[in-house]
């Protein structure tokens, strides 16, 4: 009797023990990672004379609010942003509505060649674009379509694979019965697909437009590879150009990174639910 | 009998037409470019004068040692530097955070959203970023380092450093892979751990035994995406250090994009790309044939369970 009790006791502590140190490791992480952040922020509003020293200062003398204006006023900073939501925004559109229809064939209809077709998408989901990257680009130039923006968003307009696959995968949850049912009331297949999948769907569309936008807004490679004029470029070109047309000013460049990286975030607070899913329909069931 | 047919084709057509923006997407911008990347791949092409056929001689010169024809072996032995020590160092990291989230401990949301953040954001400015943290004189990684004595290197200016400092960065991305496994996890019946308890199990023979087999499908499906994430690096390299201190990080995307885009040798920089689609071909498919070596898959026991 008194031995076991000794046990428990020392396995409840140890329980315990546990616990402690799985919230110090959390902790400890979770600081971690939050400390790049907290840099680029302590960074933007520091006045130069204290960018430059060693040891840092974590907190500046006199919070210099005016970086934030300055990037507006030596860079078209301005210009940059709304350039990429344009791009953002038509990218996102496309990959949607393109997706949709396209994830709905495979997960719906019956045609010849489906099971072939589908592997090819697969196939093409691994497939780095890097492979195409070349001739694409002569052939975007024998278009006309180097130098402005059509490079960047009409493929966008021709289907995902990695979102097909997962507007694919969500379509085919929800209950062919709700199909039949409509089916039998006399509705057309497109009608399916607009009164029945779309409305059900409302999660993974918002996912694919997430991620889409996310992507578009973050691409560097492309509007590096297809865009030379100053007021076309998006905000990943103008803080590159940023970057290398003058000296270094760090405040400033963290600034406009800080700048940069709002919308994202605000779009990832917004629809952190969503997100999650996101990651786990296609990551887990894949 | 007949107006059944019909129905199917109808159904049939109107299924093409719903498929038809990715068609023509697969044709125009995936088919036909890669049989043209193949084909400029055997010429001289470079958008200057009309493509001349050479035969091998791209692949010949892809092949060489010699630095000032080709950094083939150099960007392939850094990018796999890059790949192969980056990923399981990230899998490990993502792996080990979803498992203490996995403890049922208060603030789950925060935590999580703390931990995955940094791998929502990405491209230029996440790399200005890590270069003013890397900052050798006033970057905020050597000012910890020497709260705890260390005199920490140049980072991206030193030959030895650079790559690892792009590996560090990676790892702050290690968020995407934590998500993942929590998710799989938290798939894990309870039951295999009363059980494992019951025969007495350990909490380190619990991990081996029962939640590395059981997740041992989402780690190769994260492995296998990350590596080829991995291969395709290309804006840190870029924006961060320009593929140097001498050549130490320049990886075989940017490799690829200097020769296209900057030196507008059009027909090299095709077997390139060839070659870098070969190399990922064999690569998963060296993966996928060993998986069953590895991968434990429930539906093996089980049976008939179909994803």
């Known amino acids: 009797m008194q031995r076991k009790r000794v046990l428990l006791h020392s396995k409840k502590r140890r329980a315990i023990l546990g616990k402690i140190i799985v919230y110090f490791l959390l902790v400890v992480g979770a600081i971690v990672f939050l400390v790049p952040f907290i840099w680029m922020l302590s960074t933007s509003v520091k006045p130069p004379e204290e960018v430059y020293i060693f040891p840092p200062k974590w907190i500046p003398s006199r919070f210099v609010w005016e970086n934030y204006v300055k990037i507006f006023e030596l860079m078209p900073t301005g210009r940059f942003l709304l350039n990429s939501l344009v791009i953002s925004c038509l990218t996102m559109a496309g990959s949607v509505i393109s997706c949709s229809l396209v994830g709905f064939a495979f997960a719906r209809l019956r045609f010849r060649g489906s099971g072939i077709l589908f592997f090819i998408l697969l196939i093409t989901m691994m497939l780095p674009h890097q492979v195409t990257m070349v001739p694409l680009y002569m052939i975007f130039s024998k278009l006309g379509w180097v130098g402005t ?39 057309s297949i497109p009608g399916i697909f607009a009164r029945i999948i779309v409305p059900m769907s409302k999660p993974a569309l918002g ?10 807004w973050n691409d560097f490679m ?37 700048i940069a990286l709002i919308p994202v975030l605000v779009l990832f607070f917004l629809a952190q639910k969503n997100y999650i899913q996101g990651i786990v329909i296609s990551g887990v069931k894949g | 009998m007949k107006r059944k047919r019909t129905i199917h084709q109808i159904e049939e057509m109107t299924a093409y037409v719903f498929l038809s923006p990715w068609l023509i997407g697969f044709l125009a911008f995936v088919a036909i470019p890669m049989v043209l990347s193949l084909f400029y791949s055997f010429t001289d092409a470079n958008m200057l004068t009309s493509p001349q056929f050479i035969g091998l001689k791209n692949y010949r010169n892809l092949f060489s040692f010699d630095d000032t024809v080709s950094l083939f072996w150099k960007t392939l032995y850094n990018t796999s530097f890059y790949t192969f020590v980056g990923v399981p160092l990230n899998i490990a990291l993502g792996l080990f955070i979803a498992v203490l989230l996995n403890q049922k401990i208060r603030g789950l949301g925060v935590f999580r959203t703390i931990y995955y953040l940094p791998s929502v954001i990405s491209g230029v400015a996440v790399s200005l970023l890590w270069a003013w943290i890397f900052h050798p004189h006033f970057g905020v990684l050597n000012h910890l380092l020497s709260l705890v004595g260390i005199s920490g290197p140049a980072w991206l200016f030193d030959e030895a450093w650079a790559k690892p400092a792009l590996i560090i960065m990676n790892l702050w991305g290690a968020g995407g892979s934590m998500l993942i496994f929590l998710a799989g996890l938290q798939g894990i019946p309870t039951q295999l751990y009363e059980a494992a308890e019951l025969d007495g199990a350990s909490t380190w023979a619990k991990f081996w035994k029962v939640t590395i087999p059981m997740l041992s499908p989402t780690i190769f499906f994260v492995l296998v995406t990350n590596i080829i994430g991995s291969f395709q690096v290309f804006t840190s390299s870029y ?3 320009a593929g140097g201190p001498n050549n130490a990080t320049m990886m075989y ?26 190399i990922m071909v064999a690569f998963t498919a060296l993966v996928f044939k060993s998986s069953p070596a590895w991968v434990y898959y429930e539906s093996d026991i089980v049976g008939g369970r179909k994803s």
């Open chain 1, 149 to 187: 923006y059509f490079p960047l968003i009409v493929p966008a307009f021709f289907g995902n694979p990695y979102f097909i696959f997962l507007l694919r995968q969500f379509f085919t949850t929800i209950p062919k019965e709700l199909d039949e049912a409509a089916k039998v009331d006399g509705c």
């Open chain 1, 207 to 216: 996912i694919v437009a997430i991620l889409s936008f996310t992507d578009a």
């Open chain 1, 222 to 258: 492309g509007p590096l590879i297809y865009l030379s004029e100053f007021t076309k470029f998006p905000i990943s070109l103008g803080l590159r150009a940023f970057q290398t047309l003058r000296v270094v000013q760090w405040e400033l460049l963290m600034a406009t990174s800080a």
């Open chain 2, 239 to 241: 924006v961060m250090t």
């Open chain 2, 253 to 278: 995307v940017l490799w690829l994009f200097n020769l296209a885009f900057q030196q507008f040798n059009m027909g090299f920089a095709c077997s390139l790309a060839w070659v870098y689609l070969l």
